[in-house]
C-alpha cells in the first residue's frame, strides 16, 4: 500500500503523522520542491523572541518514516501526480493533495526566509503597520502584530482592516482583546505615512493552481478522481471557509483516520458528530472560535509548537 501527499507543510505533515499512528505499515511518500518543513504556524515566536527561525526548518531527510521526493507536481491524473521537477510521475493507491494556498503579495511572511527578511525590517523601523484590502488574505498577521508588540513595545504597531470578509472580521475581534492590551491599534484607514514607518501590505490567498479543476466534498474531501483527496487552505477555501490553520489541522485528522481505518477494514467513515453531516458552517466557525481564544495567541503557539516537534515529527523520524 502507497499513500502519496502532495505538500510537506503543515496539513500534509499532520496528516502524515496521524495516518501512521493507525497505518504503520503504509509507504507515505511526501512530494514537496522544497528540502525543508516550514512550521509557519510558529512563526509569530520567531518574531517574538521565543524560538529562533531556523528552529522552524526541520529537513524532510530527518523525517524517515516518510519518503521524500523532492518535485514540483502541477497536475492530477487519475492516481498519480504529475511534476514539472524530479520524476515525471508520482502514483499511489492514494493521493492526497494538500498544497497549501496560492499567496499573491510582496510580503513573504509564510515562510521562514520571507519572515526573516521581514523582521529585519521590522528591526529598522519605528513603526509596523500591516494594511489589509483583501477579502481573503493570507492568515498570520495578526499573530506577528501581536508578537511585535510584546518584543517591541516602544515601536509603534498597528492593523488597518480596508477591506476584509466577514469571517476575518470575527476573528480579528477575537484577538482584539489581547492586541488592545499590548498596544496594537486596530482601525480601518491608515494614517498618513511618515518617515521611519515600515507599511506591510498583507497578501492574499488563493486556490492553488493544482486544485483549480477539483471538486471537493465536504464530508470525505474526495475530489472527483477516485482515492484523490484535498485538504488545507485550498480545499477549505473551495468549501467556502476560511482558510485557517486550525481547519487544515482538522481535515488533515479526519482523513487521516478515516483512510487508515479503510486500509485496515475496507470501511471509510468519518464521525456522525462531525459538522459537515448537516452542512453546518456556523457550528465549524465556533469551533474555530473556540481555538483561537485558548490562552493568548504567542502563548497558546508556543504550546503547539512544542506538540508539534515532540509528537508530530517524532512520529515521522521513527523515534
Known amino acids: 500500500m502507497r499513500v502519496v501527499v ?3 507543510g503543515v496539513a500534509g505533515l499532520y496528516f502524515a503523522s496521524e495516518f501512521l499512528k493507525f497505518a504503520p505499515h503504509v509507504t507515505l511518500v511526501v512530494v514537496d520542491p522544497k528540502p525543508i518543513h516550514e512550521f509557519v ?34 497536475s492530477v491524473e487519475g492516481g498519480c501526480v504529475r511534476t514539472n521537477t524530479g520524476p515525471v510521475q508520482v502514483c499511489g493507491d492514494y493521493v492526497v493533495l494538500a498544497p497549501g494556498g496560492y499567496k499573491v503579495g510582496s510580503a513573504e511572511y509564510w515562510s521562514v526566509e520571507g519572515s526573516r527578511r521581514l523582521f529585519q525590517a521590522v528591526e529598522g523601523s519605528r ?9 481573503t488574505p493570507v492568515a498570520g498577521f495578526a499573530e506577528i502584530a501581536y ?12 492593523i488597518h482592516v ?11 475581534s477575537i484577538q482584539r482583546e489581547y492586541m488592545v492590551k499590548s498596544g496594537v491599534e486596530i482601525s480601518e484607514e491608515p494614517p498618513p505615512y511618515r518617515e521611519g514607518e515600515l507599511r506591510v501590505s498583507v497578501p492574499a490567498m488563493r486556490i492553488h493552481p493544482i486544485a ?3 471538486d471537493v466534498d465536504p464530508v470525505t474531501f474526495e475530489t472527483q ?19 485557517i490553520g486550525w481547519g487544515a489541522l482538522w481535515q488533515a485528522s479526519t482523513l487521516a483516520r478515516a483512510l487508515a481505518q479503510e486500509v485496515s477494514t475496507g470501511v471509510f467513515e468519518v ?19 473556540y481555538r483561537m481564544t485558548t490562552g493568548t495567541p504567542v502563548v497558546h503557539l508556543k504550546g503547539l509548537f512544542d506538540l508539534w516537534r515532540s509528537s508530530v515529527l517524532r512520529t515521522l523520524s521513527g523515534e
Open 6 to 8: 502532495v505538500g510537506g
Open 41 to 74: 504556524i510558529g512563526i509569530p515566536l520567531a518574531f517574538a523572541g521565543l524560538v529562533d527561525f531556523e528552529d522552524l526548518a526541520f529537513p524532510f531527510s530527518d523525517l524517515r518514516r516518510v519518503v521524500h521526493v523532492k518535485a514540483a507536481a502541477v
Open 127 to 135: 513603526a509596523v503597520r500591516f494594511i489589509v484590502n483583501e477579502f
Open 147 to 158: 508578537a511585535i508588540k510584546t518584543r517591541f513595545p516602544e515601536k509603534d504597531v498597528s
Open 162 to 172: 480596508v477591506f476584509i470578509h466577514d469571517d476575518y472580521k470575527m476573528f480579528m
Open 212 to 214: 483549480a479543476g477539483l
Open 225 to 243: 478522481h477516485e482515492r484523490v483527496y484535498l485538504i488545507g487552505d485550498s480545499s477549505l477555501l473551495k468549501l467556502g471557509l476560511p482558510p
Open 271 to 289: 464521525e456522525a458528530t462531525d459538522w459537515v453531516i448537516a452542512g453546518d458552517r456556523e457550528r465549524f466557525l465556533k469551533w474555530l472560535t
